[in-house]
């Protein structure tokens, strides 16, 4: 079954459903989150879709030669974002973790405090200690911030 929900999930299914198939990503988003999620999926390439028409049917052509496209500028902003990312998540404790996957689950803090079996309190000291570490200001913004970025912390 093929997952529809984002483009870095998509390419993981093919690289695992169809090794031989080889993608090129053209894309308007330049942001180093999709770029490094698109590196890591196994993409060849992620190139910008005001690529003029004859540059990108060479990059096309040697896609399919084999190359690899990705130049070291995008690979050094890639290995930058996943750092900054891993060290994020590795500051949070098993606990902070625990309550930002249940934060994400759309519980509200007296769910979360009887998942866990901890007080409110305790609940709102975690929650105030995985929005300094992420450095996020509100619920929503740790949310979008595992949402975007946690996929490869999920358990």
């Known amino acids: 079954m093929i997952p529809n929900h984002n483009p870095t999930e998509l390419e993981k299914w093919v690289r695992e459903s169809y090794p031989e198939i080889i993608t090129l990503v053209?894309?308007?988003?330049d942001r180093d989150a999709y770029l490094s999620g698109m590196?890591?999926?196994?993409?060849?390439?992620?190139?910008?879709?005001?690529?003029?028409?004859?540059?990108?049917?060479?990059?096309?052509?040697?896609?399919?030669?084999?190359?690899?496209?990705?130049?070291?500028?995008?690979?050094k902003r890639a290995r930058k974002w996943r750092d900054a990312v891993t060290a994020k998540w590795?500051?949070?404790?098993?606990?902070?973790?625990?309550v930002?996957?249940?934060?994400?689950?759309?519980?509200?803090?007296?769910?979360?405090a009887a998942?866990?079996?901890i007080s409110i309190n305790t609940v709102e000291k975690h929650l105030k200690n995985i929005y300094r570490k992420l450095g996020v200001t509100s619920r929503t913004e740790a949310v979008h911030w595992w949402v975007e970025k946690g996929t490869d912390f999920r358990t």
């Open 26 to 29: 053209l894309t308007a988003h």
């Open 100 to 112: 930002l996957q249940l934060l994400t689950d759309g519980q509200d803090n007296n769910a979360i």
């Open 115 to 117: 998942s866990l079996g």
């Open 90 to 98: 590795e500051s949070l404790s098993s606990r902070e973790r625990e």
């Open 39 to 75: 590196l890591e999926a196994g993409a060849v390439g992620y190139l910008d879709k005001k690529l003029k028409g004859n540059d990108l049917l060479a990059a096309i052509r040697r896609a399919a030669r084999g190359e690899f496209l990705f130049d070291k500028e995008q690979l």
